[in-house]
């Protein structure tokens, strides 16, 4: 056993049995400290009063119920949350609560950084410092709820949905996103449905065959462009791993989920780059045969991207495209953007390991010489 400590906020049920095998204690015990954990809020074992004081004292000596610390909270004009966290490398992620009428949608950040580099997103322009824990990951929905149960008693703002759309790209942190994807849809964690816990990917192709026969959450594609030699532009991945790659990967995996659940495509709408006419035929004959929802998403602005939002009439006109081409489509509302907590907007404060805050800092300012 490792002589590090141990973050018993991240393990998994099975990690839980495997442990208390180890320890000489019988696996059934693993739904009670669990519960305590994830249903109570617990942080200290010596407060789980149906565990023997024996393995209290045990779990104490190999670990501990890390919960990241809360540096600041902001709440936007239309209700959005936006959380900075303090992660382990002292670096700090956000994380996103998005209200609305029939549901609540929890925004998680898998890394501190992000090693891609799309040109249109901000938390790529931060660079990359290091991975997210299992613990780290979880304990973002964690946090959201003890504060939204705190703030609303009644429920009302209750977390129904989580996607992987924060800081990171999930599938560049395999094994702690699927630990921590994996409670968040156990009942004795969160509970919540597969069909709503969503992992997002920029397309690292071989991580999407990976998943099969390990999760069934839902899985959202950023794409972008309905062409390699755009894409490639706009999401550098694409050169290493081409749309007809990704979309291959994409059916393997769809085809264990059943037959009512299909991928989400998201395309994120630029002014004059990937919202011309052209671009949404090529979409629609791109996505032939190809059983998915569409997530429209107009550009949420930030400085130095160097793309413009959209008019509302080129949004309208490339849904109503798709529509015709007998898509599922619907059009993201732009929310917390006063906070600047809007998708593609979120940044945190990264120690960037990649020196790209600098390069980015330096275009910013030619710029606007």
């Not at 990171?168 to 699927?178: R, T």
């Amino acid at each position: 056993m490792s002589s590090a400590r141990l973050n018993f906020l991240g393990f998994t049920r099975s990690q839980w049995e495997a442990l208390l095998i180890e320890l000489g204690e019988k696996p059934y015990r693993a739904p009670q400290i669990m519960k305590w954990i994830h249903h109570r809020y617990v942080d200290d074992f010596a407060e789980m009063s149906d565990i023997s004081k024996k393995l209290r004292l045990q779990l104490a000596e190999l670990g501990d119920i890390r919960e990241s610390e809360i540096i600041t909270e902001r709440v936007s004009q239309d209700g959005t949350r936006k959380w900075l966290i303090r992660a382990e490398s002292g670096s700090a992620i956000e994380t996103v609560f998005i209200p609305e009428d029939t549901r609540g949608t929890l925004c998680v950040s898998s890394q501190v950084g992000c090693a891609l580099d799309c040109s249109f997103c901000s938390t790529g322009k931060q660079g990359f410092n290091s991975d997210l824990t299992a613990a780290e990951i979880v304990g973002q929905l964690r946090i959201a709820r003890k504060v939204l149960e705190k703030a609303y008693p009644d429920r009302s703002r209750a977390i129904t949905n989580v996607v992987l759309m924060g800081m990171g790209e999930p599938l560049l942190n395999f094994d702690n996103v699927i630990a921590a994807v994996e409670l968040m849809m156990d009942d004795l964690a969160y509970g919540i449905s597969k069909r709503k816990v969503t992992i997002s990917t920029s397309g690292v192709v071989p991580a999407i065959y990976k998943l099969v026969g390990v999760t069934d959450a839902s899985l959202a594609i950023s794409l972008h462009a309905p062409n390699d030699e755009l894409r490639s532009q706009l999401v550098p991945i694409n050169r290493k791993y081409p749309i007809e790659e990704l979309l291959a990967a994409c059916r393997t995996y769809a085809a264990t989920l059943g037959e009512k659940r299909t991928i989400t495509i998201e395309y994120t709408l630029m002014d004059g780059i990937n919202e011309q006419p052209e671009h949404a035929e090529q979409l629609v004959a791109l996505l032939q045969d190809f059983p998915c929802k569409i997530n429209l998403i107009p550009f949420n602005p930030f400085p130095g991207s160097g793309y413009k939002r959209p008019s509302q009439i080129a949004v309208r006109a490339f849904q109503e495209r798709l529509l015709r081409g007998g898509y599922s489509v619907t059009v993201r509302t732009t929310r917390g953007q006063d906070i600047n907590a809007a998708c593609g907007q979120l940044v945190g404060e990264v120690e960037d390991k990649t020196r790209r805050q600098e390069t980015y800092r330096r275009i910013a300012a030619e710029a606007v010489v």
